[in-house]
Structure formats: structure tokens, C-alpha cells
């Protein structure tokens, strides 16, 4: 399946995982402001700790907990891969939401650079989290989880269909290394989580 038939499933399903996620946890962020002794059912251990995380000043980077930009997010993208399933690229369905053909580019550029925040704010809480606050978020991993791919494929898609040309060479390579691209991804985070907490695994 070619990277246009399959966005619309990468978004739909990593917005289905990434909301269901946001909602959980916040579910339990407010578990913890009513009492903040309950024992949630996702701290396992000191190393995976909902409790940890949730009650850090990060978690709450804008005043209000972090999830619930992840509701409103993953809600919106999701709304977007319904469109672009039920209608593919040349939806009728998106030409009454967005008007004229023209006007799908700066939307598709608009959800690429919505992406593309939402991927470096989730690498900012993944530092965060594992070298400043210690501990990981099982909700907050499935979230970063998620994020990755979607950034990745939305912005090959939106490449892939001239919505911007600069670095050719570059997101030619990237067009055509995808999979290889976003495993290295996973494995170097990874790595990365591994060797910080490698007390905890191998002492």
C-alpha cells in the first residue's frame, strides 16, 4: 500500500491510540487532584511511574495538564484522516470543508506544521522525562509512540503531493528510507531509555 492510500489509516488509528491515551491519562490527572495519595494502576515501578510524571511542573508546561492537548490534537487529526479516507485527495468531502482545490495546500501545510510541534513537544517531554524527572508515563510513551509516524508520514505525504519543494534531495531520501527511517527512530529511543535506567535493568 502506497504511503497515499495509507495515511489516512495512519492517522485515523494513531489518533484513536494517541486519544484514548491523552483520555486515560487525563482521567487519572484528575484522580490525582481529588487525592493525591490514590495508587493509579499504571505505576508499576519506580522506573514506570504515571504518578511521577503527571505531578511534574512539566506536565503542566501551559497551566493546564499537557493531555488535554493531546485530546484536542489526535481529535482533530482524526477528523482530518475520516475526510481524506472517505474522499482520498480529491475528496469532494474536503473541497466543502476547505473550500476550492487551492485551498487544501495551506490546510495539508497547516497539519504538517501542527505535526511537526506536536513531535517536538513530545521529544522535549521525552527528555523531560527520562534525564530531568526521572520516570516514564506508559500513556505518555504510547502518545510519542503515535506522534512519530504521523509527523513523519503526513509530511512525506504533503511532500509527495508538491505542498512544498524545498530540500528535494533530502525528502527524497527520506520518501524512500520511511521505514527504515522510523524503526532506527524507535530503536535509538530505545536505546536511550535503556541506558539511562540501565540501574534499574541490570543492577
Known amino acids: 500500500m502506497t504511503i497515499k492510500k495509507s495515511l489516512p489509516y495512519i492517522l485515523i488509528i494513531g489518533s484513536i491510540i494517541g486519544f484514548l491515551a491523552s483520555f486515560v491519562l487525563t482521567l487519572d490527572v484528575i484522580k490525582l487532584m481529588a487525592n493525591p495519595d490514590v495508587e493509579l494502576p499504571c505505576n508499576l515501578n ?3 511511574s504515571c504518578t511521577s510524571v503527571a505531578t ?19 481529535a482533530m487529526l482524526l477528523a482530518i484522516g475520516i475526510m481524506l479516507l472517505f474522499g482520498g485527495s480529491n475528496s469532494s468531502l474536503l473541497d466543502k470543508v476547505t ?5 487544501r495546500r495551506p490546510l495539508w501545510l ?3 506544521v501542527g505535526t511537526l510541534a506536536a513531535m517536538i513537544f513530545v521529544m522535549w ?12 508515563c506508559i500513556y505518555c510513551m504510547i502518545v510519542w509512540a503515535v506522534t512519530w509516524p ?3 508520514y503526513t509530511t512525506i505525504w504533503n511532500w509527495r503531493e508538491d505542498h512544498f519543494k524545498f530540500f528535494p534531495s533530502f525528502f527524497q531520501f527520506v520518501s524512500k528510507y520511511h521505514l527504515p527511517i522510523l524503526i ?5 529511543i530505545i536505546f536511550l ?7 534499574f535493568f541490570f543492577s
Not at 193 to 199: G, T
Open 46 to 48: 519506580p522506573f514506570i
Open 56 to 74: 511534574s511542573e512539566q506536565a503542566s508546561v501551559f497551566g493546564f495538564p499537557n493531555s488535554l492537548l493531546g485530546i484536542t490534537a489526535f
Open 99 to 103: 473550500g476550492e482545490n487551492s485551498a
Open 110 to 112: 497547516l497539519v504538517n
Open 125 to 136: 517531554f521525552f527528555y523531560q522525562s527520562v534525564y530531568n524527572i526521572a520516570s516514564l
Open 150 to 152: 504521523i509527523f513523519l
Open 184 to 188: 532506527t527512530w524507535y530503536l535509538l
Open 193 to 199: 531509555i535503556l541506558f539511562q535506567f540501565r540501574y
